[in-house]
């Protein structure tokens, strides 16, 4: 029996999310599995159609709408919230499980948000949670990414707001469906939407903050921000053209970035904005079968992503080492893992009878189909890439490159395959990535669009073979000039990490110097001076906080009155 | 006692020696087996015997080169953000 229930499901998370603090042990433990089975259960039991509908000023707002685009997306964040919740049972910041399910809850929030302002206030909840959950890693480091981030996210949601209202107040209604990017206002909300998608120039976030994350949080974070920005692109801005262009350049952004990087964590995240590449250049193509493959990426993407970052995190809990130079020969160590990652890795290259293979293949065919020929040549060659970067790539310099002993002989560490949820976690997503691979069909029933697509013909899958051999084969050729340094590579954020601060110091010591000093001096002073008369006042021992007898009050009121009828005559 | 038993048996040259054997034993299969189908290619280009062959292996050597390339202007020390 179905309930029917108008209570938006993505509330049960974040709702949920608040009781994990006050729980320890196995209490905590089995409310952190209940959540996301009870939320899922709600999700399908949504029917299609408008279900909640709340006044707000002259509108209607609707916070819970089902259909299959809503609930293809609720699902895959409820099940990343699952089995990332399996692999964080032993996460011991309190703070990041709750913001962590809480921000799983926002996107689920979204997902099944009818209308703009909806959308708009758990797009904004998710910016909360998420800064959050990169900040309870609680080192230096992850506190002032999660500032950075919250500072981008921030801006994005102001140009969001701009937008929204701006839709809100020409079109007279707080609908959210298709669209065309055809005034100021719709160009201002794509630009909000393309900012959480990682679309340039703010791509810099991403590889930012991420890897800056705890061993699960950052799990965590690679699935919900980005595809909860797919989500409201597919719904949208279905077949936006400058949505291919603005696909292609983030593709290959992410794969020259990760061929730069030689943070293990920082390669996965440059591949994220990569493979996001993939799904915005299939809503720019438009077709049933592009949004079809951009939806189906999306679901597959979530779960290969978070179990490279499984992966990479249980490298990370092991030896806390992040870095290529640093890594290497852990195979013999850590073979769970390694063969975890590298089915990982051969899903996000769309090796046949992986998930990729069946739903990135859909957003090349459906290229092909609309004879664009540029995008089709640059997604192969980009398929290419995403073996070079993320399919070779991290597997190789995380796991082999060296031989074993390698990191136990430099570091003293003694690494071994992490706890057993965690384990159990990378081994549920590697079985759907394979399963989703050999056995596509359930995904395919519920995409949005009729599917009529077949993904194994012989062509097909020899053509695809060919490419991603040949990259390979291309890796073990240059790997000499893809050997690893202690670098990082510059980047949009530049500007506002360096050469904003650059031209403050430069303007301060031109124009200023010691009487700017002075001037800034005596302002706190000032500032100082005025905190302490309110305290004086307002504060624990203030004449104007204490608690006062009732007969003085009536005394004063009686004062006043007097004084009152004594102006009035006057 | 530094013959080969010391070294992992994938470590050894001669374990490397075999592995390339074996791979480019595949990738001369994968190409041969284009021969039993029949593509039907969308742009022309697409059609030619091994396209997806040599466009994969040099669209890859042109990524890393580019890479190199970025990198020489991009490159700081990853300490180059610290205070």
Redesign the interface.
Known sequence: MMINSALPPGLILILGSLFLPALVGNARKTLMLLLPVLTMYFIWAVPDGVQLTVPFLDYTLEPLQGDKLSRLFATIFTLMAFVGGIFALNQKSQIELLSAYAYAGGAVGVAMSGDLVSVFIFWEFMAVASTLVIWSARTKESYRASMRYAIVHLFGGVILMIGVIGQIYHSGSVEFGAMKADSWWTWMLLAGFLINAGAPPFSAWLPDAYPSASWSGSVFLSAFTTKTAVYVLIRSFPGENVLIFVGLYMV?YG??YA??E??MRRILAYSIINQVGFMVTGIGIGTDLALNGAAAHAFAHIIYKALLLMSAGAVMYEINKR?CTDLGGL??AMPLTMICGTIGALAISGFPLTSGFTTKTMIASAA?DQ?I?YA??LL??AS??VF?HAGIKFPWFVFFQR??GYVEREFGAKPKDPPFNMRLAMVIFAVMCVGLGVYPDPLYAILPNPVDFVPYT??KV?????????????????LK??KR???????FDWFY??FFNLLHEEFVVRHGGAAFAKFRLACLKRVDVIINHIFKHHGPHGILARTWPTGSMVLWVAILLGLYLLVYYI | MSDQHDVHWLCRPTTIKKLWIVGIAILVLTVALELTIHPHPYFGIDGWFGFNAWFGFFSCAAMVLFAKLLGIFLKRKDTYYDD
């Open positions: 290959f794969i020259i061929l730069l030689n943070d870095k195979y013999k092909a004879h020929a089709w040549f192969e060659a290419a890439g070079l031989a074993p012989s062509t020899i053509h695809m073979l060919e490419l991603l051999l040949f990259s390979g084969f291309a890796f073990f050729v240059l000039m893809m340094t202690l670098t990082i590579t510059l980047d990490r360096k």
